[in-house]
């Protein structure tokens, strides 16, 4: 069954540091998404991305982050510099042809910024 | 604003026992709503959702308008049924707004 994969699982960095996680949706998915959740609180919403651009994004996706799609297959988010409270997981999802809302999640990639 | 609200963080029941899952959710529009789990060690996938009417797992949920809830139910829970659950809605755009989650544990 086709799974959506994230890259790296975990990651450590200082703070300042520009940090790009990976993600592969499933491959015939057309929405792309980025959640975040910090330790103990809710999963929230950062951005989604449809026809190589992004579609909506939350208050919390500031000019630090920005995701792009640079070859077709993988989905990447990047912030720039990172600080402390960027500490989480975060989740890539994809979903189908249309708007569903049937996500389909990645693992994680846990960041902690020191 | 769109809100979703678990108010339980954990909730502990015997097997067999039933079980209900507590969402309310606060929309001015007509949301699509949403049961996604997470069992340990793997990833957040969609249980069910109110669209479709459907049981999954022995689980059903009912929307209701007049107490703007989406409770999830099961009449036996079941060991494997241990797991978090979030409540998430879906309000006129694309983004999922997900509740903190109820942690459950089914005890043998």
């Known amino acids: 069954e086709p799974e959506v994969t994230q890259t790296p699982s975990h990651q450590v960095t200082q703070m300042g540091q520009e940090v790009i996680l990976r993600c592969v949706p499933i491959s015939n998915h057309l929405y792309f998404y980025w959640y975040r959740q910090i330790l103990g609180q809710k999963v929230e919403f950062l951005v989604s991305?449809?026809?190589?651009?992004?579609?909506?994004k939350s208050e919390i996706f500031d000019d630090q982050f920005s995701v792009e799609r640079p070859d077709g297959s993988n989905f990447t988010l990047k912030i720039r510099s990172t600080k402390l409270e960027d500490s989480a997981m975060y989740f890539c999802?994809?979903?189908?042809?249309?708007?569903?809302?049937?996500?389909?999640f990645g693992e994680g990639s846990r960041l902690t910024v020191l | 604003a769109q809100r979703v609200t678990q108010p339980e963080k954990l909730l502990s029941v015997f097997k067999g026992a039933p079980v209900e899952l507590k969402c309310n959710y606060s929309y001015s529009g007509s949301p699509e709503l949403f049961w996604y789990v997470q069992y340990s060690r793997q990833r957040l996938q969609l249980l069910l959702r109110h669209i479709s009417r459907e049981s999954i797992k022995g689980f059903t949920a009912d929307l209701n308008k007049g107490e703007t809830s989406f409770h999830l139910k099961k009449p036996f829970a079941q060991e494997e049924d241990s797991a978090m659950y979030y409540c998430?809605?879906?309000?006129?755009?694309?983004?999922?707004?997900f509740g903190k989650g109820t942690k459950l544990t089914v005890n043998p």
């Open positions: 999802a994809s979903s189908g042809t249309d708007r569903t809302g049937e996500l389909f």
């Open positions: 998430a809605l879906q309000g006129g755009s694309e983004k999922l707004v």
């Open positions: 991305f449809y026809n190589n651009e992004i579609s909506e």
